[in-house]
């Protein structure tokens, strides 16, 4: 049993130190987007407010060109509507611009990536794909590895058969009673 545990304490050291940069990315990631329905966690959302010269209420295609012209935008237009009689809406890749014709006021509401955040969670989203799955799948079977050697390290009532294994099994148990109570309760 000695030579299983001093392997177990190789695996856990050398493979733990490996896995703490991984950790911190998914763990800061992982409280973001867990709270996705209360804020963007990669993305905040900013406000902007100017006028430009009120080209008058007429006809879309009349008065499209000349709102764009003094916009300036240096985003592709993807699409341009009348959201209201005397409102025209401007969609660019990362910005919706709403003009009012009559007034002039732009009300620009634009996503800005948040530093550092954005690629956290772009990593742990696996969006991606390719090199980083292998890698996102390397680090779960680290992890496995590191569940599966941990419990041996500590001999007696700290150890798997005293109260580390009265924490391991309600590692077991909580997600069963969270399954349980969310879906069936």
């Keep these: ?31 973001a987007v867990n709270h996705v329905e209360d804020w ?3 993305y905040e959302q ?17 008065v499209s060109p000349l709102v764009l012209e003094q ?11 009348r959201a209201t009689e005397d409102v ?19 009300r620009e509401e634009r996503l800005v990536p948040r530093p550092i955040l954005r690629d956290v969670n772009f990593l742990h989203l696996n969006q991606g794909k390719g090199l980083w799955t292998w890698i996102a799948d390397a680090y779960a079977v680290i992890l496995l590895l590191l569940a599966l050697s941990g419990p041996f390290l500590i ?19 909580l997600p069963i009673v969270v399954v349980v109570f969310e879906k069936y309760l």
């Design 40 to 42: 963007n966690p990669s």
């Design 71 to 81: 916009l300036s935008l240096e985003e592709p237009v993807r699409n341009v509507w």
């Design 155 to 173: 001999k007696g009532r700290k150890g798997l058969t005293g109260r580390g294994g009265v924490w391991m099994t309600l590692g077991f148990v």
């Design 88 to 106: 025209l809406r401007v969609i660019t890749p990362s910005a919706t611009l709403d003009v009012n014709l009559a007034s002039g006021l732009v």
């Design 1 to 31: 049993m000695s030579k299983f545990r001093k392997v177990c304490r190789f695996l856990h050291r050398e493979l733990g130190f490996f896995a703490v940069g991984l950790t911190v990315i998914y763990a800061v990631s992982g409280v």
């Design 46 to 62: 900013v406000r902007n407010e100017w006028t430009i010269a009120a080209p008058g209420i007429a006809p879309t295609e009349t």
